[in-house]
């Protein structure tokens, strides 16, 4: 019923830059987010939390991104961004979506997008 997709990734060396993107939208009904969240998954490690963001454009970031990755969204279209900027081979990871309906606060997971950071 409800999907989030993720896009953006792919490969980068490092200090160079990528904007992810990920859309949550429903095929029957009305469909409102609340957070959002971006995790990662480092290549053999767990998921880790990297940025959040309220309904109301507050945010929090892991103390590895801070001053690097900005978390953006945009309510009208339940879309959510992470714009990174100088990458570290560090960050080689599949970036996951998490999101929270605002009506019934369930929440979903997209099926992450892969980004590779080359040294």
Known sequence: QVQLVESGGGLVQAGGSLRLSCAASVSVGRFRTNAMVWYRQPPGKQRELVASITRSGSTNYTDSVKGRFTISRDNAKNTVYLQMSSLKPEDTAV?????????????????GTLVTVSS
């Open 95 to 111: 970036y996951y979506c998490y999101a929270e309906s605002f009506d019934t606060h369930v929440n979903y997971w997209g099926k």
